[in-house]
């Protein structure tokens, strides 16, 4: 199975991944782009979302409540966190873009037992993880010490020539606290736009293995295995992970072959 989704060029939608067409049973991720003025409907009953709202401003009416003015960066790339939206199901949501817009839809199983809520800058932590030209700056929107059912949701900026979710490391064995098995999705953007990036994803015994040329907007697929990244010079990348398994947790194992270089 290729794990490399393009992206759309034009339209509304630009990515869309769900359990049946990746194949597991968990996470899934739709992107899309909206005009001023445009709107979405979202209609995934039984499916708590996560809506990250990468760019632009927009209101979100759904049944649990009615959120106005949401959003207040120009760019994936701008050094702040994004706003984002807890909704603990997805049926009749609806996204209304009060500029031009992008958002990020995580999705994953749920029961529509919390309670919904906007997810503030203020509130998500930021960090820098790794040295020298592993460096690189994450934001956890929604990490396991926040309430959610089944949803992890984190994005990374990567600068040009830097590596990221290195050393390789892979989450899918449930050993805790170990490791936990999680799925993956990897939605990349690249600034300049005309960039690429590179990503592997393989398993110990290579049953799977795939080294993939990433555009702007596509989407890496990580059923399991190890899942670095590599930003050529000239471009930096951002990512938006979102992940979700049996247990949300996430405990990792770094690929052995490559542990040393963390005891430097």
Known sequence: MNLLVKAEKSGTTI?????????????????CRLAAGERTEIAMRGRELCIVVLSGRVDVHSPAGEWKDVGDRESVFDDRAPFALYLPDGAGVRVSARSAAEIGIANAPGGGRLPPRLIGPATMKRSVRGQGSNTRYVTDILPETEPAEHLLVVEVRTPSGHSSSYPPHKHDRDAPPQETQLEETYYHRLDPPQGFAFQRVYTDDRSIDQSLAVEDRDVVMVPKGYHPVVVPHGYQSYYLNVMAGPKREWH??????HEWMLKR
């Open 15 to 31: 990515v869309d991944v769900t359990p049946a067409s990746a194949g597991w049973r968990y996470v899934g991720f739709h992107a």
């Open 252 to 257: 990792f194992h770094n690929d052995p072959a």
